[in-house]
T-cell receptor, first 111, second 113 residues
Framework: AQSVTQLGSHVSVSEGALVLLRCNYSSSVPPYLFWYVQYPNQGLQLLLK??????LVKGINGFEAEFKKSETSFHLTKPSAHMSDAAEYFC?????????FGQGTRLTINP | DAGVIQSPRHEVTEMGQEVTLRCKPI?????LFWYRQTMMRGLELLIYFNNNVPIDDSGMPEDRFSAKMPNASFSTLKIQPSEPRDSAVYFC???????????FGQGTRLTVV
């Protein structure tokens, strides 16, 4: 069965610092992987997706993620955090034609 | 495209009442999903449709919950009777095909008192 695990329910970084949000997946076949962002009182918005093309995927708002098969990871990064990045981030894997989400990581940005 | 449209955005109802949540998916999308989000359980998939046909409803918590998709542009999620533990944010999402990314609506915040 395919699933994802997000390490760390809360991450706090200073403005301008590197953002690293961790996601590991379990899958018996090459997965489709996604990162979504949810701002307060909003729906989920797609940040980026991996669909077995390039392993380094660039998304919106300066975020990117790297698919590492050897580590079964799909960590999300951004070189320099901005206050507007404060939100909840969800990693998801496609399983049997439906998205299965991780528990989410709340990102806080300190001024 | 206006995206996935859900109504109402907020619903407050008394325990025992019937609640109907509505969703209009993105035109041309073949798959539709209903999710529930709570602090305790996170995002749970309740049911999903492919070409208007329910494919997997294993996430529907109880018989009090039902969902329909009478046509490609409309779906409802009904709770009858509602209970306080049903209080949550309910999201509808649609995708072009089941394995592609899903686009989410703004959600319906349901409060059952």
């Amino acid at each position: 069965a395919q699933s994802v695990t997000q390490l760390g329910s809360h991450v706090s970084v200073s403005e301008g610092a590197l953002v690293l949000l961790r996601c590991n997946y379990s899958s018996s076949v090459p997965p489709y992987l996604f990162w979504y962002v949810q701002y307060p009182n909003q729906g989920l918005q797609l940040l980026l997706k991996y669909t077995s093309a390039a392993t380094l995927v660039k998304g919106i708002n300066g975020f990117e993620a790297e698919f590492k098969k050897s580590e079964t990871s799909f960590h999300l990064t951004k070189p320099s955090a901005h206050m507007s990045d404060a939100a909840e981030y969800f990693c998801a894997v496609n399983r049997a034609q439906k998205l299965v989400f991780g528990q989410g990581t709340r990102l806080t940005i300190n001024p | 495209d206006a995206g996935v449209i859900q109504s109402p955005r907020h619903e407050v109802t008394e325990m025992g009442q019937e609640v109907t949540l509505r969703c209009k998916p993105i035109s041309g999308h073949n798959s539709l999903f209903w999710y529930r989000q709570t602090m305790m359980r996170g995002l749970e998939l309740l049911i999903y449709f492919n070409n208007n046909v329910p494919i997997d409803d294993s996430g529907m918590p109880e018989d009090r919950f039902s969902a329909k998709m009478p046509n490609a542009s409309f779906s409802t999620l009904k709770i009858q009777p509602s209970e306080p533990r049903d209080s949550a944010v309910y999201f509808c999402a649609s995708s072009l095909k089941g394995w592609t990314e899903a686009f989410f609506g703004q959600g319906t915040r349901l409060t059952v008192v």
